[in-house]
């Protein structure tokens, strides 16, 4: 058995494969797969039409709210809110808590003033306080990245933003992992390939409000005002990776939903945490506590700053054992490992038996 711990493309529910194994060569009927069904046909609208009714759903989200589905994952979605954005005042405030959030800064850049909102740091291991930020009246919008993947930093609030700022949030790798308060965001967005399906998807949720205030240089597939105009089919959309989507969303609503989720959540980042904070420092994680993802669990081994060769052995007896793509970023080193929705807590146990192993043998 092969449990998949990457960072994304990620794991994908047996159920979902499997589902999609026994109708690849003959979708609901129709005698075709999806890959070969036309994006104008009945069929095909049917697939989509119950993949947003189902988030909808899942997430309660309030009628003047559209739900989008784009392409060109979450860095598309940087220039994207940008552009569809910041023409309100020429500026937006961006909150950098990591390697994602600093992309996404640095793209808006090219289309207005950013004004980040927190002092610059060498290592992200926090989120700091919302009396320490330096917010500005004028802004468009309000940026900030739920949970950073690399760095392993997740938001323990929702910030609170001025009435006519909207909240514009990328929810990528934490999407449908907790509940949220749609309400509180002007704009949501998640490529899809961590929580929710294949690569190749991203969804949109953007209050209707903000629709039709595009900088003339937006181009029509990242403009949001054409592409709900459109129902999501300016161009023809990855019909594959959105009938995958619906199927998870499908699974997700079988697994008690997003509460479901959530409880697995925090009993899988709990059992890896745990070993962490009781290993003595043989297991190392620099992230303060209170913003510790539960989606993405970074750590060193041997010590806060690692120890080569122990790190190297832990990933080869993982491999042996069937656990794969632990490896760290390439930017920060040492291990992740990333608990999302698909992954069990019996696969989360059989990590957690390794670390507990490799730590009685290698401890002194």
Request: with cysteine; aromatic share 8%; net charge neutral.
């Amino acid at each position: 058995m092969v449990i998949n711990f990457a960072a994304g493309p990620a794991k994908l529910p047996e159920e979902v494969l499997k589902e999609v194994q026994s109708n690849l060569l003959n979708c609901n009927g129709t005698g075709i797969s999806v890959m070969e069904m036309s994006h104008r046909s009945g069929n095909y609208a049917k697939i989509q039409d119950a993949a947003i009714a189902d988030l909808r759903e899942l997430l309660n989200i309030p009628k003047n709210y559209k739900v989008l589905l784009m392409q060109g994952g979450g860095t598309g979605q940087f220039a994207a809110v940008a552009m569809n954005l910041i023409g309100r005042t020429g500026t937006a405030d961006y909150v950098i808590t990591g390697s994602w959030s600093a992309k996404a800064a640095k793209e808006a850049a090219q289309y207005g003033k950013v004004n980040a909102v927190l002092p610059k740091v060498d290592k992200y291991t926090d989120v700091p306080r919302q009396k320490d930020w330096k917010l500005d009246p004028n802004a468009s919008y309000v940026y900030y990245c739920d949970n950073e993947t690399v760095e392993g930093v997740e938001f323990d609030f929702v910030p609170e933003v001025a009435a006519n700022v909207p909240l514009a949030c990328d929810m990528s790798s934490n999407f449908l992992s907790r509940p949220i308060d749609v309400s509180k965001f002007g704009l949501i967005f998640a490529g899809a390939q961590k929580n929710i399906g294949p690569a190749g998807v991203t969804v949109i949720i953007v209050r209707e409000d903000l629709l039709g205030k595009h900088l003339k240089c937006t181009p029509s597939i990242l403009n949001f005002e054409l592409m709900d105009k459109n129902s999501s089919l300016l161009n023809t959309p990855p019909t594959f990776g959105i009938y995958v989507m619906g199927l998870v969303f499908k699974w997700i609503k079988r697994h008690q939903g997003v509460e479901g989720m959530a409880k697995l959540a925090k009993a899988k980042s709990k059992l890896i945490y745990d070993i962490i904070n009781e290993s003595n420092g043989f297991y190392y994680c620099p992230v303060e506590s209170h913003v510790r993802s539960h989606m993405n669990v970074p750590f060193r081994i041997g010590s806060a700053a690692g120890n080569d060769a122990l790190e190297k052995e832990f990933l080869a007896k993982a491999e042996a054992e069937g656990m794969i793509q632990l490896k760290g970023h390439r930017s920060v080193g040492g291990i992740r490992a990333s608990l999302y929705n698909a992954i069990t807590l019996d696969e989360t146990q059989q990590l957690a038996k390794l670390m507990l192993s490799f730590y009685e043998k290698n401890k002194n």
